[in-house]
């Protein structure tokens, strides 16, 4: 199966920063990849899919990037209600996540 | 508005049964493949279980393959998952997902979750 090796684990940020979270394929996912946003006690939300395409509803202050194998999510001017944990997702083969971003407030 | 409803959860003891339920509103149900996904306490995520539109095709991780079926109702708008031997290790919130894509793809819209113990 694709690994996906997220990073950081944890991070901390002041409101109005700009962050940004990594995702490492084990092999080549030709853009197959989505990033998912999770606040606490509530279901995923997709953010970003293709890599870079928005979802519906998604505020621009989010964007994706990378290929091949490596992949990175991007949150501008950070929000009180992007404090949450984020994944990523290989959408390629067996469907595999990161293990995840817990993004807190310093 | 899509709504993915989830329900069936509960406490289980190992090696027995329980069948999960989730009731899709807010789409043409029948156009879209559906799939589960679970999350283990304080954990990641895990992809659990995709059908086809028809139901014809099922597709499983090895770490369900065997003990879990999918189905599904067109008629009713509802998907289920049958978990049979559960483990301790299936201990999980488990949700209900519409899939976009086929073996491959992403999971646009989630339920809320339902809460799955296997515990004696």
């Known amino acids: 199966d694709i690994q996906m090796t997220q990073s950081p684990a944890s991070l901390s940020a002041s409101l109005g920063e700009t962050v940004t979270i990594e995702c490492l394929a084990s092999?080549?996912?030709?853009?197959?990849l989505a990033w998912y946003q999770q606040k606490p006690g509530k279901s995923p939300q997709l953010l970003i899919y293709d890599a870079s395409s928005l979802h519906t509803g998604v505020p621009s202050r989010f964007s994706g990037s990378g290929s091949g194998t490596q992949y990175s999510l991007k949150i501008n001017s950070l929000q009180p209600e992007d404090f949450a944990s984020y994944y990523c997702?290989?959408?390629?083969?067996?469907?595999?996540f990161g293990s995840g971003t817990k993004l807190e407030i310093k | 508005e899509v709504q993915l409803v989830e329900s069936g959860g509960g406490l289980v003891q190992p090696g027995r049964s329980l069948k999960l339920s989730c009731a899709a509103s807010g789409f043409t149900f029948s156009n879209y493949y559906m799939a589960w996904v679970r999350q283990a306490p304080k954990k990641g995520l895990e992809w659990v279980a995709t059908i086809s539109t028809s139901g014809s095709r099922t597709y499983y991780p090895d770490s369900v393959k065997g003990r879990f079926t999918i189905s599904r109702d067109n008629a009713k708008s509802s998907l289920y998952l049958q978990m049979n031997s559960l483990k301790s290790e299936d201990t999980a919130t488990y949700y209900c997902?519409?899939?976009?894509?086929?073996?491959?793809?992403?999971?646009?819209?989630w339920g809320q979750g339902v809460m799955v113990t296997v515990s004696s």
């Open positions: 092999e080549d996912i030709y853009d197959i």
């Open positions: 997702q290989n959408g390629l083969s067996a469907l595999t």
């Open positions: 997902a519409r899939h976009i894509g086929t073996t491959e793809g992403y999971f646009d819209y």
